[in-house]
């Protein structure tokens, strides 16, 4: 005996039970997987949130490194010289703080995120190596002028860094969004066309 012939000789009333057990399942299968997609979605987008937070913290850090080296050169004093270092390790410690995983962050973020810290590296060496010089070095002001130069283009790679996670957090948000407004009535009837034509063959 085939599903139709089987499905023609219930009752009506045991066609109303598996019509109700069918809606039944369909509910808590879209519950499940909306829940399953929820989770996914905000764990991305705080993930994202921290990381946006992170590029924040960078630039704030390049920010204070620039004021403080600025200072430290026109002073030479002590108390610059610690503020100056404490800075730096500030700055370290906030790109040292970014995520580099490829496959997490996208081809856009790992590559400004590469360019990021492979600049600061470069720019470090330029950096101590003009904070050891004497101001009296003939060039002394070409040198000082390249390594702000060199900084305030951290500073840039630094904002375009955050840019790009914002940019990319949106997508995620944009494609949630879509995701919350498609895939309940989707499931809704993937699951129960099949019920409905079954119960009225």
């Given at each position: ?51 946006d ?5 960078v ?32 700055s ?63 500073s ?46």
């Amino acid at each position: 005996m085939d599903a139709r012939n089987l499905w023609a000789r219930l009752s009506i009333r045991r066609k109303t039970l598996v019509w109700l057990s069918a809606l039944i399942f369909v509910l808590l299968s879209m519950m499940g997987i909306s829940a399953m997609f929820r989770n996914w979605a905000m764990s991305e987008l705080r993930r994202l949130q921290e990381n946006d937070t992170r590029c924040y913290t960078v630039q704030a850090a390049l920010k204070e490194e620039r004021d403080a080296f600025v200072m430290l050169l026109r002073t030479r004093s002590q108390t610059d010289l610690q503020g100056y270092e404490a800075a730096c390790d500030e700055s370290e410690a906030a790109l040292n703080a970014l995520p580099d995983n490829y496959a997490i962050l996208g081809e856009e973020c790992s590559a400004r995120t590469w360019n990021l810290k492979n600049g600061y590296e470069g720019y470090r060496e330029y950096r101590d190596a003009l904070v050891a010089m004497d101001p009296g070095e003939p060039n002394y002001s070409a040198a000082y002028y390249r390594v702000l130069d060199m900084l305030d283009h951290l500073s840039v790679y630094a904002l375009r860094l955050g840019q790009a996670t914002m940019e990319q957090g949106s997508d995620i948000y944009r494609r949630t969004l879509l995701s919350y407004v498609v895939l309940p009535p989707l499931t809704i009837f993937l699951f129960s066309f099949p019920s409905c034509r079954r119960q009225h063959l």
